[in-house]
């Protein structure tokens, strides 16, 4: 990440850490919920980033480990276990799993053909969870009682919540600045430029490529963890193409192959659609729609790339 990135990144991360006081101050608390939903997504669409920006996996499904994560929480609190440090490693272990599964069949084909696996694996999950009456079905379930952490942070405070949210997110992105800059980054970024090359010079690119779909599949399920966690209710909406769709438009909307660039884009979609959705109930992504193919037009990096760029 170049120093404009870092600084870029900083100053984000640093005006989010002061919504809660801002909020309070001028008597608006729910702002707290509002920049905490729109940072839940934000770890989502840096998720997707790490295999669609970086490695060029066109994943159309990634909304699928979301749900797996709020499943993965909202089932053991039906049954009373609640805390939260069994709840969010299972939440990233079983959506690490699923993408395994996913990963491992189609990740041997490309293209068109990839799209439509990772795609027909989301809705079959997303079936499966309307399958599952005893959760809720097609209407979803209230969250038993949110993840207990043994007195070490209480979620049910919405400032300890926002900023518990806040911490997880720059963990994402130290994490995803690890990775990309690593030897294993390096395989994933040069397999998406040339992977015939990649294997020439003697790395076999499909080891590496799962695994980073594992990756950006347990950081999925921590958001969907988080959210469940937010909405306080899961649903398999959480899983459904179009929750697909919004997560990757956050990720070109902000810029691919970044890391502050999705978290841009989540906190532009976010807002636009409060801003839109009062005025134009269910006609607001008409709105949205043409702004995005103006973006994709004239900001090819995205609105990150917008930015003056300095590479000292």
């Not at 009373?80 to 993408?99: K, R």
């Amino acid at each position: 990440m170049t120093r404009r990135g870092l600084l870029l990144a900083a100053v984000g991360l640093g005006l989010l850490a002061l919504v809660p006081p801002v909020a309070a101050a001028i008597g608006q608390p729910f702002y707290v919920d509002v920049f905490r939903r729109i940072m839940i997504f934000a770890i989502a669409a840096v998720s997707l980033d790490l295999i669609l920006g970086y490695g060029g996996m066109v994943s159309f499904g990634h909304a699928a480990y979301l749900g797996v994560g709020a499943y993965a929480v909202g089932i053991p609190a039906y049954y009373g276990i609640e805390n939260g440090f069994v709840q969010w490693p299972l939440a990233m272990l079983a959506s690490a799993a699923a993408a395994l599964v996913i990963g491992a069949i189609s990740l041997r084909t490309s293209g068109v053909s990839f799209i439509m696996i990772t795609l027909a694996f989301a809705q079959m999950l997303f079936y499966l969870a309307i399958s599952m009456e005893l959760f809720g079905g097609d209407d979803g379930m209230r969250l038993a009682r949110r993840s207990a952490f043994a007195g070490v942070v209480d979620l049910k405070n919405g400032t300890t919540f926002y900023y518990v949210v806040l911490v997880l997110l720059v963990g994402a992105l130290a994490i995803g600045h690890v990775l990309v800059n690593s030897r294993f980054g390096m395989v994933i970024r040069g397999a998406k430029s040339n992977e015939s090359r990649m294997r020439a010079i003697g790395f076999s690119t499909f080891p590496y490529k799962l695994v980073a779909f594992m990756i950006a599949g347990a950081m999925c399920g921590l958001a969907g963890a988080l959210l469940v966690n937010h909405t306080d209710y899961m649903s398999p909406a959480f899983m459904h193409w179009t929750r697909s769709g919004d997560i990757m438009f956050m990720v070109i909307l902000g810029g691919m192959g970044t890391l502050s660039g999705p978290v841009l884009g989540a906190v532009v979609l976010r807002v636009l659609e409060d801003l839109l959705l009062p005025a134009w109930t269910e006609h607001w992504q008409a709105i949205l729609g043409p702004f995005l193919v103006l973006v994709v037009i004239f900001a090819k990096r995205g609105l990150i790339g917008l930015l003056p760029e300095r590479n000292d």
